[in-house]
């Protein structure tokens, strides 16, 4: 079995939640996988993004800005969904959506540029298409995000799969190894 089958199978077993989830029921740290519906792998869905979040407890924030929050420049993931909902179109307002707003200088800068209304409509679109899609499970991590990032980060590389990068407590330096999977 490969990691990547192992690791769909197992976290297809736990909880499933959808847009209308109940926040109390997300532990405040954690990691997040994202499945698409009609996106298949390994005899059912697809995971599609991994995720965590920066800050202590703000797991349950980081997946409603990532999801729910109608501001693609809070979200990258956002971002990359109104990409392809644009991009499907061929509609010519996917060069604006790519205008990141966030900071005060850009806006003073660019902000004339951007069709409010239709950014609107495209953030709309977006909610809409993440609402009937896309699912997510949870893994809880115990201590914090600081404590799980000091000893482990873990980032999914397209050519090789799940990476993580061992941290040193004392000398904080870093080297690569594979993640060991049971049955790997």
Same mark, same amino acid.
């Given at each position: 079995?490969?990691?990547?089958?192992?690791?769909? +199978?197992?976290? !297809?077993?736990?909880? !499933?939640?959808?847009?209308?989830?109940?926040?109390?029921?997300?532990? @405040?740290?954690?990691?997040?996988?994202?499945? @698409?519906?009609?996106?298949?792998?390994?005899?059912?869905?697809?995971?599609?993004?991994?995720?965590?979040?920066?800050?202590?407890?703000?797991?349950?924030?980081?997946? &409603?800005?990532?999801?729910?929050?109608?501001? &693609?420049?809070?979200?990258?993931?956002?971002?990359?969904?109104?990409?392809?909902?644009?991009?499907?179109?061929?509609?010519?307002?996917?060069?604006?959506?790519?205008?990141?707003?966030?900071?005060?200088?850009?806006?003073?800068?660019?902000?004339?540029?951007?069709?409010? &209304?239709?950014?609107? +409509?495209?953030?709309? @679109?977006?909610?809409?298409?993440?609402?009937?899609?896309?699912?997510?499970?949870?893994?809880?991590?115990?201590?914090?995000?600081?404590?799980?990032?000091?000893?482990?980060?873990?980032?999914?590389?397209?050519?090789?799969?799940?990476?993580?990068?061992?941290?040193?407590?004392?000398? !904080?330096?870093?080297? &690569?190894?594979?993640?060991?999977?049971?049955?790997?």
């Amino acid at each position: 079995m490969s990691v990547c089958q192992f690791l769909h +199978e197992r976290l !297809r077993e736990l909880p !499933r939640f959808k847009a209308d989830y109940d926040p109390q029921e997300i532990p @405040e740290n954690g990691l997040y996988f994202v499945f @698409e519906r009609d996106e298949a792998a390994h005899n059912g869905e697809r995971i599609v993004r991994v995720g965590t979040h920066t800050g202590q407890n703000n797991l349950p924030k980081r997946l &409603k800005e990532h999801l729910y929050t109608m501001n &693609k420049d809070r979200s990258i993931f956002r971002k990359h969904v109104g990409r392809c909902l644009l991009a499907r179109l061929d509609d010519p307002f996917l060069e604006t959506w790519d205008i990141d707003l966030t900071t005060r200088q850009a806006r003073a800068k660019f902000e004339h540029l951007v069709d409010k &209304k239709r950014l609107g +409509e495209v953030e709309q @679109e977006v909610s809409a298409y993440m609402n009937a899609n896309f699912s997510f499970v949870v893994l809880r991590v115990g201590g914090g995000v600081g404590h799980f990032e000091r000893h482990c980060r873990l980032r999914w590389m397209p050519r090789f799969g799940f990476v993580a990068r061992a941290v040193s407590p004392k000398r !904080r330096n870093t080297r &690569k190894r594979p993640v060991e999977y049971p049955g790997a």
